[in-house]
């Protein structure tokens, strides 16, 4: 299994690899109030793909927080019923056989 993860990776590392070196172009990126920012294309690419990245994991951290928070809080919850499930049984009072 790991030599067929390496494959693929090396696989994928090809492809984009190939990518980059066919769209070298220069592309001019045109934004407001007359500002233009020229590069290549796969730079363009690369920059606004991690951009998307990164605006997709801020979008749900709050959410991981959020469970994260719910699952330390169903963590202690079970912790103080063992607790009190622990104590209940050992102040039973044993009964006597007659």
Known sequence: MRYFDWALRIVLFIVLLGFAVKNDQPVTLRYFFGYEWQSSLVVALLLFFAAGTVVGVLAMFSNVLQ???????????????????????????????S
């Open 67 to 97: 469970q994260r928070r719910e699952i330390a809080r169903l963590k202690r919850d079970i912790r103080v019923k063992n607790k009190l499930a622990d104590i209940g049984e050992t102040q039973q009072i044993p009964i006597q056989p």
